[in-house]
């Protein structure tokens, strides 16, 4: 096989003869995905909302598959809110390429607010995307294949561990997510299906500074990262190969934090002012009010 555009630790030809699904596959963290995938020889499905970003994105993609690969892709636009969408994804999947051996959730939404500024109808939209969308794609590619031939699912989520001020939508939403793995991977386990997370810490992308309101946020976070650098697209998409893989065939239910430690060290990309507003309980003050409310009940009682 003559070599793609991207390279790849793992070894040539590791997935020739799977079939991926990748949602959100056309741009930033999914397209990395995609593109080590096509590179180690799999036929992928990337599904977006968004049609003609899709197609664009698919065309681009199969340009670079070399012509000896047996690597093949296709775009099915799906609105992953939509269960009749994601029950088509399926369906046409398994018609296209005859079988579904890894899904990859990565399609998601969000933006940047305080939570106090989160209208309801923006916070059902963001979980209705990541939460349930995630969710109809674990049953829908279970119900369709998975159940009888069983898989591998790795769902893409956030480094949420301190929770995500200024995100609170989307961080609960994939906490959820993280439960959500570890009952399916228990559910699943007898059906030979494996469950399990990555969560990317601070990448730059195209699409992740789109998010922002301030993309030179990121040039601020590299040195708070033990790391002292931001993380690469590729070390998301080899964290993803790995767990698709058989290299991971005894691990489900887990989550992979690829952070350059962040999740252990400080949180520096949140400021809290400075403030005297914080409530304290005052013990003395209680102590003598229950004294003499105790001198008020004994002398009643003279
Ligand atoms: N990416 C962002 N939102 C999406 C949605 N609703 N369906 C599929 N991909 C998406």
Redesign the pocket.
């Known amino acids: 096989m003559a070599a793609s555009r991207v390279s790849s630790v793992f070894r040539t030809g590791l997935f020739v003869d799977k079939v991926a699904i990748v ?2 596959g056309g741009t930033g963290i999914g397209r990395a995905i995609v593109q080590e995938l096509l590179h180690l020889g799999c036929k992928v499905v990337i ?4 049609e003609e970003r899709l197609h664009k994105s698919e065309n681009c993609l199969r340009q670079e598959i070399p012509k000896n690969s047996p690597a093949e892709i296709k775009s099915i636009q ?5 269960e009749e ?1 994601v029950k088509n994804l399926m369906s046409s999947t398994i018609s296209a390429f005859g079988k579904i051996d890894y899904l990859v959730n990565n ?3 969000q933006f940047a607010s305080p939570a106090s500024a989160i209208r309801t109808k923006g916070w059902n939209a963001v979980v ?2 990541n939460l349930t ?1 995630t969710f109809l794609c674990c049953r829908e590619v279970y119900n369709a294949w998975m159940e009888e031939h069983g898989g591998s699912i790795v769902n893409i989520v956030v480094d949420l561990w301190n929770g995500f001020p200024g995100m609170a939508h989307t961080s609960a939403a994939r906490a959820g997510i993280v439960n959500l793995s570890k009952s399916l991977s228990l559910e699943w386990a007898h059906n030979g299906v494996r469950i399990n997370n990555v969560a990317p810490g601070t990448v730059y992308s195209e699409t992740a500074a789109a998010n922002y309101p301030n993309p030179e946020l990121f040039n601020q976070v590299g040195p708070t990262v033990p790391a002292k650098r931001l993380g690469k697209l590729e070390e998301i998409s080899a964290a993803v190969c790995f767990l698709l893989s058989p290299a991971a065939s005894y691990i489900t239910g887990d989550t992979i934090k690829v952070d350059g430690g962040s999740s252990l060290y400080g949180h520096a990309m949140w400021e809290i002012p400075d403030h005297d507003k914080y409530p304290v309980y005052n013990w003395d003050e209680d102590e003598q009010v229950a004294k003499e409310q105790c001198n008020k009940m004994t002398k009643s009682k003279l």
Not at 47 to 50: D, F, G, K, L, P
Request: glycine share 28%.
């Open positions: 949602t959100g599904a977006s909302r968004n799906c609105n992953i809110r939509k969408e399609g998601g939404g209705d995307t969308g």
